[in-house]
């Protein structure tokens, strides 16, 4: 009985946590600006990216079979999303290292960032449980101007390039 009130506390509050540190970001706001370090451990800035589309896309964790083939997918239509002049960038927790092996893994053709818990909860995407941050798998496509035009949040994992490039067809 003690075990089930412990599990049932620690749940409330686990829940109570992640609702209060999230944000709610919707299509019209402007896309939260971040600095991270991506796979070669170089800063990268979301202003770097303005007057280009952008997909921003939360993964849960490196090498993972969900996200090898959601990565598989954009990397096997990186030349349509490039003719569509959309900019791919994927974000999850982790290291250099293992962005970099994600990469090599992968034969992966586009830069994945090491995602800080500010940006998790400013994003929305943090699971928020005990301080492990796995992000939800949710991508934000935004515009020139840094504002959020759409926010996939039902991930087709082997098909997901090409919800991003109707997703942005939609935008026009």
Not at 25 to 33: F, I, T
Request: glycine share 6%; hydrophobic share 40%; proline share 3%.
């Amino acid at each position: 009985m003690k075990t089930l009130l412990l599990l049932m506390t620690l749940i409330s509050f686990t829940t109570l946590q992640c609702a209060c540190s999230t944000k709610n970001l919707k299509v019209g706001d402007q896309a939260p600006e971040f600095e991270l370090f991506n796979q070669n451990g170089q800063l990268v800035k979301l202003s770097d990216f303005r007057g280009k589309k952008v997909a921003l896309y939360f993964y849960p964790k490196d090498n993972t079979p969900g996200c090898s083939e959601q990565a598989c997918s954009l990397r096997d239509n990186f030349e349509l999303l490039h003719e569509a002049d959309i900019t791919i960038l994927g974000l999850s927790t982790g290291t250099v290292e293992s962005k970099r092996n994600f990469i090599t893994k992968k034969s992966l053709n586009f830069p994945l960032l090491i995602a800080t818990d500010d940006v998790l909860k400013a994003y929305g995407v943090n699971t928020g449980f005990w301080r492990l941050y796995l992000p939800k798998r949710h991508t934000f496509l935004i515009d020139e101007n840094g504002i959020i035009v759409g926010i996939i949040e039902k991930v087709d994992t082997k098909n997901h390039a090409q919800q991003i490039l109707d997703a942005f067809a939609a935008v026009k």
